[in-house]
Nanobody, 121 residues
Framework: QVQLVESGGGLVQPGGSLRLSCAASGSIFAINAMGWYRQAPGRERELVATITGDSATTYADSVKGRFTISRDNAKNTVYLQMNSLKPGDTAVYYC???????????????WGKGTLVTVSS
């Protein structure tokens, strides 16, 4: 019923930048919170950043000042601008959204399949 598709991952050198995008599609009435999580090899999935429907944001301490989350409600899309990337940022990045679906108006949590970000020289 609902799909989240991420894009924008890739290989970047330390200190570089990437911009991730995640577009939601399907039987969407409204999108509440959206966010990004990441999972590095051998580690648990961790929260990176979230943004509410009113565009209030939260960030993991490890990315504060370097990453910026934003959303375009007209496009049902959330973005993650990542600057000053470090090798420790290497992970698969997953998009998340809490969506009110049609026709039931139930809220459901949806996840994308992930996009790989590799920070290496």
């Amino acid at each position: 019923q609902v799909q989240l598709v991420e894009s924008g991952g890739g290989l970047v050198q330390p200190g570089g930048s990437l911009r991730l995008s995640c577009a939601a599609s399907g039987s969407i009435f409204a999108i509440n919170a959206m966010g990004w999580y990441r999972q590095a090899p051998g580690r648990e999935r961790e929260l990176v950043a979230t943004i509410t429907g009113d565009s209030a944001t939260t960030y993991a301490d490890s990315v504060k000042g370097r990453f910026t989350i934003s959303r375009d409600n007209a496009k049902n899309t959330v973005y993650l601008q990542m600057n000053s990337l470090k090798p420790g940022d290497t992970a698969v990045y997953y998009c998340y959204a809490n969506i009110m679906i049609k026709p039931t108006f139930y809220n459901m949590n949806s996840w994308g399949k992930g996009t790989l970000v590799t920070v290496s020289s």
